[in-house]
């Protein structure tokens, strides 16, 4: 997971064209110089509640009739200014969005073509989703949900929008994941049936299935869970880890029975385990596995050179430790010089 959260998308002087919509204030388009975008609850006293049609897309479809531009400050005073003093941020130009707390409505293509968008914050009240939403957003593979994991929200919606792999952490209140839950990535295309000119619909990967796991818009564990069995059989090694150290990490409604599926499916792929939480530095992660699937000192051994390979040096002097504690260490023997970097 992109381990970088909300918090970390700071307040910036910005310009704001916008519109009043049904509800709230509509943002058309944001200028300013940050590539990671916060903005605001509230323009000229509304609440901002809706992201207008192509707002980050580099295709501007703006009309000026009834619109207003806001400069903020990095105080927060609203500024009413006549043309913007900043560029346009939008496109190749947004890594990361924060959008308030009461925006419910996305408009078509708010999003299109943000190629380098990695990560997109968002409240539990989004209800209406427009077409072409996310289309080739290829880099956005992290969804912050600032909503406890039981929470009614509108993470399906988005989920039907975003075919590739995406991790969802839910961070209520802005603090740290309550849950982590890992969809993959699907495919699916349409074949013509000749003569008749007919189309049949076929869909490949279980990253389908497992978006279509909500009930009421809640997220439903268990049904998530019950797709485990097929992920075995039709999804990378990386991609099972992926679920198993999420779902074992972040236990939400796990029962029993899917718990040992998780920790055998970990068990079996030692080599991809570490390969992943080593990839992200993942210290925390580390640590859990190691108490709970309690591998062999020989495992730990192998990890161990896994993370100096890896120039991982926390990783590494966390494991040598570990296989010092339990005894001794494995045959090969390995200079503390190897940890140093």
């Not at 078509?108 to 914050?121: D, V």
């Not at 003569?195 to 809640?218: C, D, K, L, W, Y």
């Amino acid at each position: 997971m992109n381990r970088a959260t909300s918090q970390q998308i700071h307040n910036s002087p910005m310009d704001i064209l916008w519109e009043k919509g049904r509800e709230g204030a509509r943002i058309l388009r944001v200028y300013g110089n940050e590539l990671a975008v916060r903005l605001p609850d509230r323009l000229s006293g509304f609440p901002v509640t809706e992201i207008g049609a192509y707002c980050f897309s580099a295709s501007e479809h703006l009309t000026q009739e009834g619109c207003r531009l806001t400069h903020l400050t990095e105080d927060g005073r609203e500024e009413a200014i006549e043309s913007p003093s900043f560029p346009s941020i939008s496109g190749n130009y947004v890594e990361s969005v924060y959008l308030p707390e009461e925006v419910t409505v996305l408009h078509n293509a708010a999003f299109y073509n943000c190629r380098k968008m990695t990560l997109l914050s968002l409240g539990k009240q989004i209800h209406a989703i427009g077409s072409d939403e996310f289309l080739n957003c290829v880099s956005l593979k992290t969804i912050i949900l600032r909503a406890g994991p039981r929470s009614e929200n509108g993470l399906s919606l988005l989920l039907e929008r975003l075919i590739s792999d995406v991790e969802v952490a839910f961070c209520p209140e802005d603090g740290p994941p309550e849950c982590v839950i890992f969809f993959p990535e699907y495919y699916e295309w349409l074949s013509e049936i000749t003569p008749a000119h007919v189309f049949s619909r076929s869909i490949e990967g279980e990253g389908f299935r497992m978006r279509h796991t909500f009930q009421n818009h809640v997220l439903d564990f268990s049904r998530y869970d019950q797709c485990f069995p097929d992920v075995l059989t039709g999804e990378s090694g990386k991609n099972i880890c992926r679920i198993a150290m999420n779902r074992l990490r972040w236990p939400v409604g796990l029962q029993s029975q899917s718990q040992i599926l998780y920790e055998e499916a970990l068990k079996a792929r030692p080599d991809q385990l570490i390969q992943l939480l080593t990839d992200h530095r993942d210290l925390a992660g580390l640590e859990f596995f190691c108490r709970s699937l309690s591998f062999s000192k020989g495992a730990l051994s192998s990890w161990m050179e896994s993370c100096i390979r890896s120039r991982w040096g926390e990783g590494a002097a966390y494991l040598a430790d570990q296989i010092r504690s339990s005894g001794s260490f494995a045959k090969k023997a390995f200079s503390f010089d190897d940890l140093a970097f």
